[in-house]
């Protein structure tokens, strides 16, 4: 029988800097409200033409797959 050999224990991290703030900007001003102007643009303007060119099925599912990518990014954690 052979003993099992132990990595020694690895130090701990170091301590990640403190977050700066963004350039000027306020939380969630004017950024944000643009990117509700692009969604509903992207929903009065995009579904129906999408519909009218490729078909419903085509303009349902490019629409919720759209929406679900927007979302994530607009949503991502550490941004």
Request: charged content about 15%; aromatic content about 6%.
């Amino acid at each position: 029988m052979t003993a099992a050999r132990r990595a020694p224990p690895r130090a701990a991290p170091p301590p990640r800097p403190a977050a700066r703030p963004r350039g000027g900007r306020a939380p969630g001003g004017l950024a944000r409200w643009a990117k509700v102007a692009l969604l509903v643009g992207l929903v009065l303007l995009g579904l129906p033409l999408a519909h009218a060119l490729l078909g419903e099925v085509v303009a349902l599912l490019g629409g919720a797959a759209l929406f679900g990518f927007l979302l994530g990014r607009w949503t991502l954690p550490g941004r």
